[in-house]
């Protein structure tokens, strides 16, 4: 596997030979300075370029960057697919190398690039041959910080929590897996994991990342707080998911509690009971029953 020095060093070599690439700036996890460097961090490289289509004309060029694995086309997918796209000021390609390296690869024309850069704060410029690009700060993840919450955006993200079990109990009553394992990943977890963002946030005074499906929530979070969040994933079978429902119910509801006193908002405590005892009656409820109540 190359360095990172020889990455750069080849992936800023390659930018000084080519009269077409301009400038150079890289953004995504390698610049973010709160996060540890590890081996699968990939090279999100921008090369600004004069124009777009002697690059893609000569499809072998980027061969430069070794060996590959396999790789992703998303503008391109995405144009074939009918969506929107500006392949004449942005393209780009994502390669997984077959020494371990990755290198998420785009070109931008000056225009694009210049709008670009300053959409995200974690961007750090390795090459400007004309002085183009715009004077950046510092890269940090400030723009990725969890943010205070509104109590209407609290409010809601407890009514659509309790809400939704309300589907997770009568898909598990009717031994429907795939169903209630959909309502709780993709509609209860992102809720309660925006009250333990919350929850973090209080206390960091809202200046941390929990990173993408709150990844980093392990580095903030009290033990027994992450533990019993694992918990709440199940395996694929009635019993587990019944388990992992009632451990979320009691995370979410005492995160929420806490929280809210935190945040000297209201929480519906009604809301969240009612929703409690109508899950554990369904879940008591027999399978030959003729009335829910």
Avoid at 54 to 70: A, H, K, P, S, V
Avoid at 148 to 158: G, M, V, W
Avoid at 243 to 270: K, P, Q, R
């Amino acid at each position: 596997m190359r360095s990172e020095k020889e990455m750069f060093d080849l992936i800023l070599k390659t930018a000084d030979n080519d009269s077409r690439i301009r400038a150079v700036y890289m953004n995504g996890s390698r610049t973010n300075p709160s996060i540890k460097k590890d081996i699968f961090q990939d090279y999100d490289i921008v090369y600004v370029v004069t124009e777009i289509k002697t690059f893609l004309d000569d499809e072998n060029w980027i061969d430069i960057f070794g060996e590959r694995l396999y790789m992703q086309l998303p503008e391109a997918m995405d144009n074939a697919l009918g969506k929107n796209t500006d392949l004449d000021n942005c393209y780009g390609w994502l390669i997984q190398l077959a020494d371990g390296n990755r290198i998420d690869l785009h070109l931008q024309t000056e225009s694009f690039a210049k709008k670009e850069i300053l959409k995200d704060k974690l961007c750090i410029i390795l090459m400007d041959k004309d002085k183009l690009l715009p004077d950046i700060p510092p890269a940090s993840d400030i723009d990725y910080h969890v943010k205070k919450p509104a109590q209407i955006e609290f409010s809601a993200c407890c009514n659509e929590f309790w809400w939704i079990f309300n589907n997770v109990g009568k898909g598990l009553w009717r031994d429907e897996i795939t169903y209630a394992t959909d309502m709780i990943n993709f509609y209860i977890r992102p809720e309660l994991v925006k009250m333990l963002s919350w929850y973090i946030g209080i206390k960091t005074d809202f200046s941390c990342s929990v990173g993408k499906s709150g990844k980093y929530m392990s580095s903030y979070l009290e033990k027994d707080i992450w533990d019993r969040f694992l918990k709440t994933y199940s395996a694929a079978d009635i019993e587990s998911l019944w388990n992992s429902v009632f451990i979320t119910a009691d995370l979410f509801d005492e995160i929420a509690v806490e929280s809210a006193h935190s945040l000297n908002y209201t929480y519906d405590t009604n809301e969240a009971r009612n929703s409690r005892t109508f899950l554990l009656h369904t879940f008591h409820l027999p399978k030959d029953a003729k009335e829910i109540l």
